[in-house]
């Protein structure tokens, strides 16, 4: 039977959305099976240069730029004592990163996809059956009965991916002890001034970022235990708690409401062994968890669906089969991602312990300074 698409994605996050954008611009036929009827609004605000380097060969940076605040410095405290400025005009390819909203990421991809014919993004589809024959996807089925066939099958289906499952990649993936609280709020000039991130010997973390020029985002870190306990007490036991380790950030610390307030999530570790088989493959959380201290869980995605596309497009063109398509992939993203997703950990699991936590940073890292690997499918 004759496929309906060329690539069919499931989960039309920023992964699969930036995945669907290069496909498309390739002139392949892609269709995007998001679940929800709104694509999620919460995520990561960051664009670092790794991402900003696909972002700008997609043709869409100026707007990402457009929709958010562009920063080139990052000052890092310990127990309310400055450590170091993570300067991007030193440590980074590109000088600057880009603070916008993932919701914001999210719609310039989806308004870029609109100009394309030949991309169809289709809220409210959630895949409910891969159906295979051998290790290969024939189709997949639609919680609606439908089935859709395509000569290439994408997981973009975030953490807890379906698809990864129903091709049999299983990855541990273990849960930190610690939530992470994000919460927006008036902009203050302390954040309006930069970005600062504080380190608790007690294992918190607090940051605070623009979000836009009206807003600031409070990323708060607090192990199990004391986020609980937080999150059942009064405003101002929070902000006495961070001020006593914030110590340059007091009229952010001031507009904070309660923990309650704020949205959490459960931070985790995990980094997938193979990132695709037979004529599927993953991108993004599907396939990497990263710690959000390194700022890079958007990112990441990006990235890989940026080198996913120059690969699909040359399989297409008979330049090399499926399982070599795989093969280079793999050998382009894996051990960029093994490196962020264990330096987020490093990090993750040092935080009570300046000197450690001070060694383990590292610099080029942190900005998304990559070493270069092959995404050639014959090297
Ligand atoms: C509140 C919040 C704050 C965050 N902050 C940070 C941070 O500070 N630093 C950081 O590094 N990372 C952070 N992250 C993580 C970051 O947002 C993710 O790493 C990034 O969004 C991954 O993109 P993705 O496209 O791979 O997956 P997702 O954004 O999760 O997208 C997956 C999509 O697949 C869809 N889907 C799932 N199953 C199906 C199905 N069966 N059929 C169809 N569609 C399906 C989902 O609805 C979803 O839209 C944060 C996440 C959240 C929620």
């Known amino acids: 039977m004759n496929p309906n698409v060329d690539v069919a994605i499931v989960g039309g996050g920023v992964a699969g959305a930036a995945l669907a954008l290069g496909l498309a611009q390739a002139s392949k036929t892609v269709l995007v099976l998001e679940r929800e009827t709104v694509p999620a609004l919460n995520g990561a605000d960051v664009v670092k240069p790794a991402g900003i380097n696909v972002l ?58 609109l100009q394309w014919p030949n991309v169809e993004y289709r809220c409210g589809s959630p895949v409910t059956r891969l159906c295979m024959e051998d290790d290969s996807v024939t189709s997949l089925q639609l919680a609606s009965g439908e089935h859709v066939r395509a000569r290439f099958y994408v997981g973009a289906d975030g953490a807890q991916s379906f698809v990864r499952a129903q091709v049999g990649l299983t990855s541990e993936r273990t849960v930190y002890r610690q939530r992470m609280y994000f919460g927006k709020f008036p902009i203050v000039s302390s954040v309006d001034d930069c970005n600062r991130l504080y380190i608790d010997s007690r294992g918190a973390l607090a940051y605070f970022y623009p979000v836009g020029t009206t807003a600031f985002r409070a990323v708060l870190g607090f192990s199990d235990p004391e986020g609980t306990r937080l999150a059942g007490s009064a405003p101002e036991v929070l902000r006495a708690r961070l001020r006593s380790f914030v110590c340059a950030s007091g009229d952010a610390v001031d507009k904070l409401d309660g923990l309650a307030s704020f949205a959490q999530i459960p931070v985790a570790y995990m ?35 940026g080198a996913l596309v120059g690969l699909v497009v040359g399989m297409f063109d008979g330049q090399y089969s499926v399982a070599e398509c795989l093969e280079a992939y793999q050998r382009a993203r894996w051990q960029v991602n093994r490196a962020v997703v264990e330096y987020g950990h490093a990090l993750a699991t040092s935080m009570t312990d300046k000197q450690a936590f001070v060694s383990n940073f590292d610099r080029q890292m942190q900005a998304s300074r990559r070493r270069s690997s092959s995404a050639s499918a014959r090297t």
């Open 271 to 305: 980094h997938a062994p193979l990132y695709g088989r037979g004529n599927v493959a993953l991108v993004g959380d599907a396939i990497h968890c990263v710690h959000p201290i390194t700022g890079q869980g958007m990112n990441l995605g990006i990235e890989d669906a």
């Open 56 to 113: 700008r060969e997609l043709g869409i940076l100026d707007q990402i730029v457009k929709r958010g605040r562009v920063r080139d410095r990052l000052d890092i405290y310990y127990d309310a004592q400055f450590v170091t400025t993570l300067d991007y005009k030193e440590d980074a390819a590109d000088n600057f990163f880009v603070l916008t909203p993932y919701a914001a990421v999210l719609e310039v991809l989806r308004a870029a996809l």
